[in-house]
Every structure is written in structure tokens, then in C-alpha cells.
């Protein structure tokens, strides 16, 4: 069974970093984190649990800051404990093949995405937290978990976990729209983190999957806001604007653009240094590095919020002066969860929930981001292009297992029939591999042996259940 595997130790990290300065091989090569080998198949290890043989899987952001080692092991995150495994993949989407003695909820034939990683009630931890016991998994408030572990994600031809961790996915939503219903649970729920009101002014900076499906959100969730979107590349553009932008940031713009947008005065101080009174009611950062969010607190009215929903793994020094100079909400956001829905009620509703609605009501269109499709054989091919999105205008990169060559992998293909595709936004290059990134060293798996593979981590950002933002 291929399987993916991520392991973000320093042996594999220090010298990935160092040599892929200078060679990007360094990145699949024998002794970076990312590992992709073909190993026994695991029996299920408890009767609750459930095997599911993938069909599609996305490439995120979050993934790919793990893969080239884009990080600081001196940030908050990285001192908890089992944050050293994983197994990359949680954009997911597969069928049920076996089930436990024990499992209630599931049936073999069913399709299933990936909703959150190990927690309280997956393990049978007690007592259960206060974050697992109102449903938002991803913010578990323990860091150690008693075995079994989660065998295999996104990037596996099958997963092995508790039947909580999944999410049952209706028989009118496709395999496209179901791989893109993780992300789209995102934007859901970082709108919801601060809901904008008709009439305000909103701004997402970054163009990549998230901020497209942060625009779709918020046209459907409060249709009267008036949205601008930055953009980096010129496909970008594109799409932002077909999907409703009223405007469009480029890289080149800045204090200038936004003025002209809101209306907000422009001061200029010493050094550069400038500053806005007035701007956008309320600032969706995609991206979430040290110079996009210092520009959204600057960008942002007074009494305004700014969501920082990108991921960053780097320590940042910021002017955080806004925040209480002019009382801007600083939020952050993690995958999702729990959400009072509908709006203005007392209910809740789990975020993958309300995904589900808004895209079967024609309200989202996730599946058209699909840009690129390859099978896992090639993985080095699309992560270059997910990597290399502005020459090869990609949006969002899956694997596709019914690609996958029988020669390579001939115990995995879809046994039920794959519901009709989704057109992709626009015919797309595909990309060129350089030469000088060799063939991942590949471990074959020689007998049937059992192979212990080390327990995935607890929570964001290095376990498979939780999301991630790439701009």
C-alpha cells in the first residue's frame, strides 16, 4: 500500500534546508521529510474503526510549508509534543471499504472526507475537553493520545481511523466537490469568525484557493458587501473577477489602492511610514506573513477586525500599535469546527455541515478551482506544479487515484462507479520537471511484515485532519 509519510525530525529537516538552497531535489530525496513508500497493508486496529480507500486528495498550502521545510522550530505549535509525524493529505475524499465490528454511523460503499484529527472523542479520552465537548476537534486541548493512531492520509491509497474523524458525504455532491468541501469549511468558517454586515467594505488578500472560496462565502452569506480581493497573479486576477470582485489589489498597489477603494485618508509620516484613518470594515488575510498582516491592521478602519486565516511557521515582528490605537480586532481562525447556524439562532451546526448545504444549493462552486489533476506516482510533478503556480496557473492540484497505474499500485482502484467531473476554470499547461530533480527514493515493502509507523500529531499545523491557506 503506497503511503505518504511526513517526518519534520532535525536529521530530516536541517539537511533538507541547507541543500535545498541549492538543489531542489534535496526536497524528495532520500533524507527529507516527505517520504512516499509502499508498505503491508495494516489491519484494522479497533472495532470502531474504518478502512477508506481514497479517490481524490488535495495539495494545500500548509502541506507544501512542510515539504520544503518552511518553518521555525521556535514557534508555539512546535513545543508541544508529537508534532514530529504526520501523514500529509487532509483535502480528502474516498470510500469505505471495511468496517469495524463496532462502527455505527458508517457502511461500507459510503464516501467520506477527512473532517479532524485524533481528539477526545476519537480516542476515548476522559474527560473530554471543553473545545472536543462543543465539537470544534481541531482546537483539543490534549497533546498526548493513547494508541491506535491514524494510518495513512489524503496522500495514502488508504486511510485507517476512527469513524468520528470522518464525515459522511451526501449522494448529490460529486468526488470534486466533496475533495474541496475541507477548504471550503475554512472559508465557512472564517467568515464566521467575524461575519461582515451589508454594506461594509471587505477585502481578502490572496487569491489562491482559500481567498476564492473566502469570496464565494461571502457573496453568499451577505451578497450586499462590497469585496476587493489582492492578487498576485494575473490568472488570479481572472478568477477573483469572475468570481465578483468589485476590486482588485496588485502587487504593486498599496496604501494608494485602498484609499481610492474606501474613501479612507492617506498620512505619510517619516521613513516611509504610513498610516489610514478609515479603510476596510473587515480584512480576510489568506496569506499570513509578517507584511500582509502588518498591512491589513493598517488597511483596516477603526473598530474593524482583521481574520488571519493564512499559515505562517516563522516567529514575525509586528506593529500591532493598530490594534489598540485604533481598536482593530486582531482574529485568528483554525480549520473549523462548531458554528451557530443558521446565523442569528441558537443552533449549531458542524462547519462541514453548512459546506454541504451551501454548495448542493448552488450557493459555492469549489469543484471549478480544480486545476490539475495527477496520480500519486507522480507526486514529485504536481507538488512542483502546485509549487509553480504562476507558469503553470495553478489553482488547486489533487491527486486523482483513478489514474493511478494498475502496473504500479494494481490493489487500488475505485470500486464504485466516479460520479461526472466538474469542468476545471480553464484548460491549464502542464508543467516541466526540471532535470535536476531526481526520482524519490521509494522503499519497497519485501514481506508481510508489520510496519510501525510513527503516531500522527495532535493538532495544526502538522497533523492530517487540519487545514491550511496558501495565497
Known amino acids: 500500500m503506497w503511503t505518504s509519510t511526513m517526518e519534520l525530525s532535525l536529521r530530516r529537516v536541517i539537511p533538507t534546508q541547507l541543500i535545498g538552497r541549492f538543489w531542489r531535489g534535496a526536497y524528495f530525496s532520500s533524507f527529507a521529510p516527505l517520504q512516499v513508500q509502499n508498505i503491508p497493508r495494516q489491519p484494522l486496529p479497533s472495532p470502531n474503526w474504518v478502512r477508506v480507500r481514497n479517490r481524490l486528495a488535495g495539495i494545500c498550502g500548509s502541506d507544501l510549508h512542510l515539504i520544503y521545510t518552511d518553518g521555525d522550530f521556535r514557534i508555539a505549535p512546535a513545543a508541544l509534543p508529537s508534532h514530529e509525524y504526520s501523514y500529509p493529505g487532509h483535502e480528502v475524499v474516498g ?19 477527512l473532517q479532524s484529527g485524533p481528539n477526545c472523542l476519537s480516542t476515548g479520552v476522559q474527560p473530554v475537553c471543553r473545545s472536543c465537548a462543543a465539537g470544534n476537534y481541531n482546537l483539543c486541548e ?10 495513512g492520509g489524503g496522500w495514502s491509497e488508504e486511510m485507517l481511523l476512527h469513524e468520528q474523524q470522518l464525515f459522511r458525504i451526501p449522494p448529490e455532491m460529486n468526488d470534486e466537490q466533496a475533495v474541496l468541501l475541507e477548504p471550503t469549511a475554512v472559508a465557512v468558517h472564517a467568515v464566521l469568525r467575524r461575519l461582515p454586515r451589508p454594506g461594509d467594505r471587505v ?24 469585496t476587493s480581493v489582492a492578487a498576485r497573479y494575473p490568472f488570479q486576477v481572472e478568477q477573483a473577477t469572475r468570481l465578483g470582485a468589485a476590486h482588485i489589489l496588485y502587487p504593486q498597489d498599496g496604501y494608494q489602492a485602498v484609499q481610492r477603494a ?4 492617506l498620512y505619510q509620516g517619516p521613513m516611509g511610514n504610513q498610516m489610514l484613518l478609515g479603510g476596510y470594515d473587515v480584512i480576510y488575510d489568506t496569506i499570513g506573513k509578517e507584511r500582509t498582516i502588518h498591512e491589513a491592521l493598517r488597511w483596516t478602519r477603526a473598530g474593524g477586525a482583521v481574520v488571519v486565516v493564512g499559515v505562517s511557521l516563522h516567529l514575525m515582528h509586528l506593529d500591532l500599535t493598530p490594534v489598540w490605537y485604533q481598536e482593530v480586532d486582531l482574529i485568528g481562525t483554525l480549520a473549523h469546527g462548531t458554528e451557530t447556524w443558521p446565523v442569528g439562532t441558537q443552533s449549531r451546526c458542524s462547519t462541514f455541515a453548512i ?15 480544480i486545476t490539475h489533476r495527477f496520480p500519486l506516482s507522480e507526486y514529485q510533478r504536481a507538488l ?3 509549487t509553480d503556480k504562476a507558469d503553470c496557473r495553478a489553482i488547486k492540484v489533487v491527486f486523482d487515484y483513478s489514474l493511478q497505474p494498475t502496473s504500479v499500485v494494481p490493489n487500488v482502484r475505485t470500486s464504485s462507479q466516479r460520479r461526472p467531473q466538474t469542468p476545471a476554470l480553464s484548460a491549464v499547461p502542464e508543467p516541466t520537471v526540471s532535470g535536476d530533480t531526481p526520482g524519490a527514493d521509494v522503499t519497497e515493502a519485501t514481506d508481510d511484515k508489520t510496519v510501525t509507523v510513527a503516531k500522527p500529531p495532535k493538532r495544526y499545523p502538522l497533523k492530517p485532519g487540519d487545514r491550511t491557506v496558501n495565497g
Do not use: M, S, W
Open 355 to 369: 459546506a454541504t448545504e451551501l454548495i448542493l444549493r448552488g450557493q459555492l462552486n469549489p469543484a471549478q478551482l
Open 262 to 265: 474606501t474613501g479612507a485618508q
Open 203 to 226: 477585502l481578502v488578500i490572496g487569491a489562491g484557493t482559500i481567498g476564492l472560496l473566502l469570496l464565494q462565502v461571502i457573496h453568499a452569506l451577505v451578497p450586499q458587501t462590497e
Open 384 to 386: 512542483i506544479t502546485a
Open 95 to 113: 470510500e469505505v471499504i471495511e468496517v469495524g465490528d463496532k462502527v455505527q454511523e458508517l457502511r461500507v460503499g459510503d464516501r467520506v472526507a
Open 142 to 151: 490534549r497533546a498526548n493520545f493513547p494508541g491506535p493512531y491514524p494510518f
